[in-house]
């Protein structure tokens, strides 16, 4: 949308804002396969584009104008979407029963450098899959702190706390928690000297807790439908953050946007150290330490010795917890 812009003000300018719509004239297709992960064609799914209508200059670069446009999957699960092309790129959505949605952003052709008026019909071809909707189970989870990242202790910059998942709050006598999951350890040693926070998750529960992290996938349910029960759990997960960045800090952590980690938690197990029972949850990236917990989203799964990490977005087990949220 930046290059488009700058054609647009470049036009503008020179007093051709009539040559605009010459550019961007012609009708342009997107071609949609929708699939689901078996790459069974997915009919009937509902797919939205949103695009530009039209610029209107001004000032402050003028106002851009948006449009909706849908279209609908036929029994091979081939969408086909034409419009009036404003503007190389656009976003999506596609939607179906019994599926989880997803959407993106996609760009017909990069603007080239030099103004190049034939370049006036565009034609793209994407493949979606879509994740099938199979045993969302109501679980224990905590968003709010996205918006209000979890305190530590008394506004403390330095220490070590036990934090319950199911409580969704820190242990006792520090929180309402009963069990601790995973502990948050924060030290501010090193930040009189080189601005720097040392921090990390640490699972001390049974030498058999711990995490490991996995990639996200592209759909709204975004993590794998189980964890796995014989990956190799990890003990410790470390986050750095230092210097300024204008009024505030930035922080660069283990665990980024497209990623989460796996937790086993409350682990038992027999004389031999042979896992019992155990219970597992999940917390999506990035994850910030800063004076407090910030992530997108814990889930823990309340059923003993059920990987399930596939959450009802409906039902939310801590009280007065958030409900709506992405599974």
Known sequence: ?????????????????????????????????????????????????????KWIPGENFGRTVYMDVYGNSDTNGEIHITFPCKSTMFSYTIGAEGFYGCGGGAQFAAVPDGLDLRQTQFETNLVVQLKPIVKPIPMCVLRQIIHHPMKYP???????????????????????????????????????KDKALDCALVFTNSVHDGFYMAKCTGTRFRSDYTAGTNAVYM???????????????????????????????????????????????KIYGPINLKSGIYSKGMYFNPNENDPNLEADTTVNLIPGGEKGFAP
């Open 154 to 192: 008394n506004n403390a910059t330095s220490g070590a706390w036990g934090f319950d998942m199911e409580k969704g709050d820190w242990v006792k006598p520090d929180g309402k928690g009963d069990i601790t999951d995973f502990v948050v350890e924060c030290s501010d040693e090193h930040f009189a």
């Open 1 to 53: 949308m930046k290059n488009v812009m700058a054609l647009a003000m470049l036009f503008a300018a020179s007093g051709c804002t009539n040559v605009i719509a010459a550019v961007f004239q012609r009708n342009s297709t997107v071609h949609f396969k929708v699939v689901d992960y078996n790459d069974n064609a997915v009919s009937n799914a509902t797919a939205k584009i949103n695009t530009m209508k």
């Open 235 to 281: 003990k410790r997960l470390d986050f750095a953050s230092w210097g300024k960045k204008y009024k505030g800090r930035y922080a660069t952590q283990l665990l980024d946007d497209d990623e989460y980690i796996v937790i086993r938690t409350r682990t038992k197990c027999d004389d031999r150290g042979n896992i019992v029972s155990a219970h597992y949850a």
